[in-house]
């Protein structure tokens, strides 16, 4: 089996920084892409970033210029980089990676259990 586990987040005041990990352990060949994705109630999940095997990176615009994805290959590991935070930011937010394993099936598109993030005015 495959898992992501996230760690960080927690309550932090308008303006601050914060910081989100999230490592995936289990069956893996390689890893195709890993993410940041965010849910507010009352709202769908929505991507906040996401890196690519090559290092490519693509934000929503929403999150450009205030966070930065980034990844360690090596340990199969995604962070991201959080600042100038506005209460709007608040959500759970959760990691995704598509993962190539040895067992099928070979591709899957595996999420983590989410950390909250909320952001005081």
């Known amino acids: 089996q495959v898992q992501l586990v996230e760690s960080g987040g927690g309550l932090v005041q308008s303006g601050g920084s914060l910081s989100l990990s999230c490592a995936a352990s289990g069956r893996i060949k390689s890893i195709r892409t890993m993410a940041w994705y965010r849910q507010a109630p009352g709202s769908q999940r929505q991507l906040v970033a996401i890196v690519t095997s090559d290092g490519n990176t693509n934000y929503a615009d929403y999150a450009k210029g205030r966070f930065t994805i980034s990844r360690n290959s090596a340990n199969n590991t995604v962070a991201l980089q959080m600042g100038n935070l506005k209460p709007e930011d608040t959500a759970r937010y959760y990691c995704?990676?598509?993962?190539?394993?040895?067992?099928?099936?070979?591709?899957?598109?595996?999420w983590g259990q989410g950390t909250q993030v909320t952001v005081s005015s």
């Open positions: 995704n990676a598509l993962v190539y394993t040895d067992i099928p099936p070979p591709a899957r598109d595996i």
